[in-house]
């Protein structure tokens, strides 16, 4: 085997790119938004789709363990993220699982109203607290402040502490064990977003003490588009919370159709309604390829491509500015850029099979996924990206025109 | 073409069956709990997993309209629960859609503490709403009465009536327009879940002036295990409610990332999180078989059965006693059979082919689905019935253990 670029002769993740569908032609920094399609996917599902619904019909829910896959997808993701065995699980959306796990931390903490986040959190994170904050009408303050003042606004009434740990758009990475020991000291709660970290990055949620986790499924962690989201609860809070949304699936004994609700016991409490199979299923599929990866080899990797694409995109593309932290140790993986026409360099990018995306106002996201990136891609997409920004070639009216959705 | 019972030489819908995947040797009379697997699903499923998502990646959600999706599927739900275009979402679980709706419609008569429901509800419904209550924490009120003293009990207090058409357990159906005008002339508003009604009778939510409706994808439509939900919201209080738990989705524009939430025009403010695309492809597809369907030929034929099914279990099965309505005119598309050892029954039942469902303590659970059974099916499964009862071969431990989940 020959290998253009030196970096990736020692890469022991190497062999991991063969585990996915890489479109031909395509260089795929996007990771972050959508990662790409595991190649066991496919016939995973079609073995569930067609045999498991197909044949064995309502039956699956005993025989084919249906009922358990929300847990069983969540134990794979805890590996991930440092939860225990039966602390993770697997369900709904990011969104509705921001609602559920904020409003159990308030619950925890009722006698305090503010609740601490920063301008630099997925907004659906933010609309979801002060939609809840509303709906509860007992004067609760979403407070949101600088990513770097976080620390300092950790006062005495903060209730719970709800950040991203990696800034969506520009990957800084905030210090997860010491933000929820200041949060403990001052007898707050921390939430914890890991829509771009769980897969990318090592996350150690019991050891920092994190109070509540959630996550996406369909970024670093490959589930498919729309893929079911992921809940973490620490042990020593399982019990002591609720859902606000009190669905069948978290009931003790769903199927002894009660009138009344009764918690069952631990994390899968927080389930809602009847779990989406045929999703879960991909998700479930789409996480063998992390069995046997230490997650400190995938971040050795991405830090040696991250900082590959910066050294690279300064030498060649002087018309962007570094958006993200220039130190890899405050950064997630993912590296942003500012570049005025930014929209249109990226049309013009992706139109040439180097797919990244942009995040108004001006920033060009680059998202780097260790299993499926080599050097040689870095290298390559910025050649693509020198030549673009070179030439001019971004400024066509068809890559200016914002007609597009995202 | 033969046709051993006579009445299946005139069904209109005959044909229909062909597009379904029935196992050799089932008779499939638990539609009501998960539909079968459409012929079509597999191959449009695996087109969305490997050319959508693997070959054009990201680049789905605006070249796929994947954004569209839940908007799409929701139209094809509309045309058959009597909804107009716009007015219907497939999104989330139908636990989660309660809870979004019931909050929504208790924002509107804010000065009202009384949800009105019968026992004879979905319990997951009542779940939601009690936990709604304490979440709110305003004095609300789930008052749960019998059935058939839902009516009555309509009082100038009830903000919400919030009922399930078709009951879970017997098929007793509701008249939604009779209760919908009490609910309206007492000044509340009607919930309707039409998860046993949707693609199984005729619903006209508009006609009966529904404030909002949700329902289930994997029943009598077909969506396939845990397929998304839907939601209805009637047009006039489409812009003056907003989800309880505003995720981005509904936003006015979510990828202008504000820090503040605007709830777009329409239904889709009810929108939360990022659709689950696979499960929605699957829905999606499923709904194809309705396309040149009439509601109207699915009631008479569901009739048809259902009583077919009754006469003959009278006839044969003495041991058995009829739990549903024998009214066809008040019951939906299922049949329910009182027998004390009905555990048992049915599971003998089930490793001889007849699949239905039990539900406790006594309930035997059969339900119709039109598309893809015939007159000969009922009769050939009254026949297997019979022959269990008659030889006792229920009477095993195997059947008798309830180590089952469902």
């Known amino acids: 085997m020959q290998f253009r670029h030196p970096s990736d002769k020692d890469d022991v993740l190497r062999t991991k790119k063969d585990a996915f569908k890489i479109p031909e032609g395509v260089i795929y920094l996007d990771g972050n938004s959508l990662g790409v399609l595991p190649k066991n996917v496919p016939a995973r599902l079609a073995e569930v789709v067609e045999q498991e619904w197909g044949m064995s019909l309502i039956k699956s829910w005993n025989e084919h363990s249906w009922f358990d896959l929300p ?39 009722a006698d305090r109203k503010v609740i601490l986040s920063d301008n630099g959190n997925f907004p659906t994170d933010l609309y979801v607290a002060s939609g809840l904050a509303e709906l509860l009408d007992k004067g609760h303050e979403l407070r949101v402040v600088a990513p770097e003042e976080v620390e300092a606004a950790i ?12 800034d969506y758009r520009t990957g800084r990475l905030h210090d997860m064990a010491a933000l929820t020991e200041k949060a403990h000291q001052a007898g707050a709660l921390a939430i914890w977003d890991l829509a771009h970290s769980a897969g990318a990055i090592p996350v150690d949620l019991k050891g920092a003490k994190a109070d509540f986790a959630i996550g996406c499924g369909y970024k670093y962690l490959n589930g498919g588009p729309g893929a079911p989201a992921f809940l973490y609860v620490a042990e020593v809070h399982q019990d002591n919370v609720t859902s606000p949304v009190t669905g069948w699936m978290g009931h003790e004994a769903p199927f002894a159709f009660d009138l009344d609700y009764r918690a069952v016991h631990g994390v899968n409490r927080m389930t809602v309604g009847t779990p989406a199979i045929l999703s879960l299923s991909s998700l479930y599929a789409a996480l063998d390829v992390f069995e046997d990866v230490d997650m400190a080899d995938i971040r050795k990797k991405s830090i040696s491509l991250s900082e590959l694409f910066i050294k690279k995109v300064e030498e060649k593309c002087p018309q962007l500015t570094l958006a993200s932290p220039r130190d890899p140790e405050t950064r997630g993986s993912q590296v942003s850029f500012r570049f005025e026409e930014g929209y249109a360099a990226m049309q013009a990018l992706i139109a040439r099979g180097v797919i990244g995306d942009f995040r108004a106002p001006d920033v060009m996201r680059f998202g780097f996924t260790p ?36």
């Open 71 to 109: 847990l069983r997808v969540g134990n794979r993701i805890g590996r991930l993220i440092g939860a225990p065995e039966g602390s993770v699980v697997a369900c709904d959306s990011t969104s509705v699982n921001v609602f559920k796990v904020l409003a159990a931390a308030l619950s925890l903490r």
């Open 155 to 166: 006062t005495e009434d903060v209730a719970v502490v709800m950040l991203t740990q990696v």
């Open 371 to 406: 299993l499926y990136l080599s050097h040689q891609d870095v290298v390559d997409a910025v050649a693509i990206l020198a030549d673009i920004l070179e030439t001019g070639s971004w400024d066509r009216p068809e890559y200016k025109s914002r007609a597009k959705v995202t």
